[in-house]
Every structure is written in C-alpha cells, then in structure tokens.
C-alpha cells in the first residue's frame, strides 16, 4: 500500500453518473508540498504569527492605546466575509483573507495604515517589513501537522521526486526543517529540496502561449458573492514545470492549503491537486476541488496501518 493510499481523503462525488471515484490521486511519482499551513498547523502557528505582527505594527503606527479596538474592529468586519477582502493586486483578489493568519493580518493592517494616512507605495512596503519580522520570529516556534515525519520517510520511499515550493525564502523554511529535523532525529531537510520565492500571488506575469491553454478566472458560485479564482499564476507554474520535467503532468501532484495561493493553476495543467482547508475555507471551494477531475481534499497527514 502506497503512502497516499494509506491517508484519509475526503469521498469524491461522482461526475456525470459516473461510477465511484477514487479518493486519492494513483500513478503519482512526483509530488510537491508548500510549507506554511500545509506542512505546519498553520491554526496554532497562526497565533503566535499574529501576536507578533499587532506587536510590531502597533510600534510602526506608535503604539496608540486604542490600537487592540481598532484591530478588533476591523477583525470583526473582515471576518463577516473572509472572500471578499485580501492581497488586491491591481484590482484582482488574489489571495483572499480566509488563506491564513498572515494574510489576514495584512488586511487588516492596510485599514490600519491607511487610517494613519500612508500612501499605497509605502503601505507595502512597511506591510512587508513588518510580516518578515514577524515570520523570522515565529520560525523558532514552528508547529507541524502531526503525521508529517512518516509521511514524509513514506513518500520518499514510494516516489520518484518529493520537493517544496513555497512563497517563503528558501533559507527560512529551511531552518523550519531543520527544527523539524532535531526534534525528530531525521533528515528531511537535507534530503528533501526547497524551493522559494514561487511568487504564487503573480497573476500578472505573461502566460507562456507554449503552455496548456487555460482561462484566466474561474467564477465559484456561493451564496454571497461569487469567488473570483484567477488561475494563470505563471511564476509559480513556470517553477513547476522545471522542477518535475520529465515526468507527465498526470504523474505530478501538489499538495496545499490554499486553492487560491496552491491548487489554483495546479487543477488546469493537468496535475492532481490534494487540498487541505482550513477551517475559514468556504465550502464551495472545497466543493470545487471535490467535484475537479484532478481535485483531492485531505483530512490529514496520519496515515492508516498497511495492510
């Protein structure tokens, strides 16, 4: 029994009165993994992100001491829709505020800091500043999902290539590795390759005309307002192309947390995409992925006894 045979994925509905459908992806030799909420609990690693993050940016803005009631109120109006706010690069949502704790601290810190009235320019970059103060802080507090260590050894038994790409330097997921790594008397870090920098946010990068045909957005329906998920990421797909070439799109797999940031442009060129939502994931993109072709959602990483 393979390692992806023994994990718990979700049933898939049928497509078309077609007949059951396989919960998990086979003939799989290559898989990919993102770090951040996939390979750790981004639920609990989430919080102390965010306590360091109000701490710096309460500096940044001068520490004023209705700071925590205007977060909070922001918070609160953000949290009424998490899909209708996040990462806007000009005027496409593509990295909406139910992803994580970072994304939503970044929203909420543009209100903050547009109140103090700085420019859009200079928003970004003390945002940015501020979100890699605070990740660098949190990687000595890193939690990972439980299951990874055998599921990691499992994998790279049982496949041909196992990598990470993350929006992350690869230097920092590295050292998150490597605390993995001496907790757990293992290797993972030096056998494992991480790629950084994927730039998974980049809609705007021109798609390669040589590339799989692919729309620019897909339209999920919900009750509110419709998801916009705009698929032609192509910093990120022009990574993965490289680093599993030579092997078939329907032999490669990639494993996320967020379809936007991860799946998006995965599920239209051909590889399996396994999801792990979050508990702010809207159903209807969960139920998208279910009812994808190449689409899996994954329970967790603990892995069921062999047979």
């Known amino acids: 029994m393979g390692a992806l045979e023994r994990l718990h994925f979700r049933e898939r509905p049928p497509i078309n009165g077609s007949g059951p459908r396989s919960r998990f992806p086979r003939n799989i030799t290559a898989i990919g993994l993102d770090c951040d909420g ?5 639920e609990r690693e989430g919080v102390h992100y965010t306590r360091f993050f109000k701490e710096k940016l309460s500096t940044r803005l001068g520490s004023p001491g209705d700071f925590e009631e205007r977060w909070a109120r922001y918070q609160a109006m953000v949290e009424v829709d998490l899909s209708n706010y996040g990462w806007v690069i000009n005027g496409k949502l593509v990295v909406p505020a139910h992803t994580d704790a970072m994304m939503l601290c970044k929203v909420i810190a543009n209100f903050l800091l547009t109140d103090s ?62 605390i993995f790594d001496a907790m757990n008397s293992t290797d ?7 790629h950084g920098n994927a730039k998974k946010f980049d809609v705007e990068t021109p798609w390669d005309p040589s590339w799989p045909q692919i729309p620019e957005l897909v339209t999920i329906p919900t009750s509110k307002k419709d998801i916009e998920l705009y698929v032609r990421r192509a910093v990120q797909y022009a990574k993965l192309k490289a680093i ?33 939502p979050n508990p702010r994931t809207p159903k209807e993109e969960v139920a998208y ?7 899996y959602v994954l329970e967790g990483f603990e892995l069921k006894e062999a047979a």
């Open 188 to 194: 993972h870090s030096r056998a494992i390759p991480i």
């Open 117 to 178: 009235g700085m420019e859009e320019s200079q928003r970004d970059k003390e945002m940015y500043a501020i979100f890699k103060q605070a990740y660098d802080q949190t990687i000595p507090l890193t939690l990972f999902r439980p299951g990874l260590n055998e599921l990691l050894y499992s994998l790279r038994l049982s496949t041909e290539l196992l990598f990470v790409l993350t929006n992350s330097q690869p230097d920092a997921v590295g050292r998150k590795f490597q």
């Open 244 to 276: 599993t070439s030579g092997f078939p799109s329907e032999n490669v797999a990639f494993v996320g947390d967020s379809l936007h940031l991860d799946g998006a442009v995965v599920l239209q060129t051909g590889m399996a995409f396994i999801f792990m």
């Open 289 to 295: 992925v279910l009812n994808h072709p190449n689409g």
């Open 38 to 42: 996939t390979c750790t609990d981004g």
